[in-house]
């Protein structure tokens, strides 16, 4: 016979796992902004065809290489605080990001997209979150739901800034406004932590 179920930490459980669903939805939600411009921006940025994917580049090993340092401060200070900055720190490279493309400022929009790339590859450890809450034969399903945050965070990262790229030009002031989107979408993500 299984053990009793605590109904109230039940609830702590599932109210959490919305909430790390939730942060990977808005956190994805700013990556599929990144998806879509950085490639688009670094060609208008430089005049250069052939680099097009360094931004893009950039940003996904910085993605990567955040994980374990950012996971061992976890372990330290605990998940929510170590979330929450990653989510300053995508909404201050965001901020950065506006005003680099505003200006051409092409060394800041690297620099900008590599720390936009650490502070969202912090978030992207809300899924061990659910993992840590969840008894081991439900720890599967736990990540499975954060991780349908993930797609929820794709589907409605288009549609939110979709409006802000329907007329967009070649000038970059109509690439940089979806970055002031994006920061005070991190910055929710922040608050929602």
Do not use: C, H
Not at 59 to 84: E, N, S, Y
Not at 144 to 167: C, E, Q, T
């Amino acid at each position: 016979m299984p053990p009793p179920v605590d109904l109230a930490l039940e609830r702590v459980i599932r109210r959490n796992t919305v909430i790390l669903g939730s942060t990977f939805a808005i956190g994805w939600a700013v990556i599929q902004l990144q998806s879509a411009l950085t490639a688009i921006t670094t060609e208008v940025l430089t005049g250069e065809t052939a680099v097009a994917g360094v931004g893009s580049a950039l940003f996904i090993v910085a993605l990567g290489l955040v994980a374990v340092p950012a996971g061992r401060l976890m372990d330290r200070v605990g998940r929510g605080p170590v979330l929450a900055l990653g989510f300053l720190a995508a909404a201050a490279a965001s901020g950065v990001l506006f005003v680099a493309v505003e200006y051409r400022l092409v060394p800041l929009f690297f620099a900008a997209l590599v720390a936009l790339g650490l502070g969202l590859g912090t978030v992207n450890l809300a899924r061990v979150g659910a993992a840590d809450m969840a008894p081991p034969d439900k720890r599967a399903s736990r990540v499975g739901r954060v991780l349908l945050g993930a797609a929820v965070g794709a589907i409605l990262g288009p549609i939110v800034f979709s409006p802000l790229l329907s007329n967009r030009t070649g000038d970059p002031s109509s690439l940089a406004a979806p970055w002031i989107v994006a920061a005070a979408l991190a910055a929710i993500g922040s608050g929602v932590v």
